[in-house]
């Protein structure tokens, strides 16, 4: 019996093990975008729209362009093109990590930055 279940269990962790989350990024290299976060307690949306070397995020009313250097299919650099601080002036590593039918989880550092943070971004167009 003890062989049994050990077998099993060995069975479900191998199965497990083998997951590889679904991955589709090309779908999400263009388009119409919104991620929510939360900022001083309060739910903000920020809605953005990508092209392959643009990306122009609306938040509170205002515009706000970036470059897009894409590195492989799941991975990319945004840097804003008028930054109007310092921290600003830094890019921001972005990769996506999974991928559904209109959304990604991603993570994001600033470049050099070992600290990353996660989101998920829901494609509207």
Not at 4 to 17: E, N, V
Not at 103 to 109: A, Q, V
Not at 113 to 123: A, E, L, N, Q
Request: proline letters at 2%; charged letters at 25%.
């Amino acid at each position: 019996m003890t062989v049994i279940r050990t077998s099993l269990l060995f069975i479900l962790l191998l199965l497990a093990s083998c997951y590889e989350p679904q991955r589709e990024c090309k779908d999400f290299k263009t388009g119409t975008f919104t991620f929510t976060s939360e900022i001083n307690g309060e739910e903000q949306t920020t809605t953005f729209v990508r092209t392959n070397e643009i990306e122009i995020d609306y938040f509170n009313g205002k515009a706000d362009t970036s470059s897009v250097r894409w590195i492989n299919d799941c991975e990319y650099i945004v840097k804003k093109l008028n930054p109007k601080y310092m921290a600003e002036e830094k890019s921001i590593h972005m990769k996506i990590l999974s991928t559904t039918k209109n959304s990604y989880i991603f993570e994001y550092n600033i470049v050099g930055d070992p600290k990353k943070s996660k989101g998920t971004v829901i494609k509207t167009n």
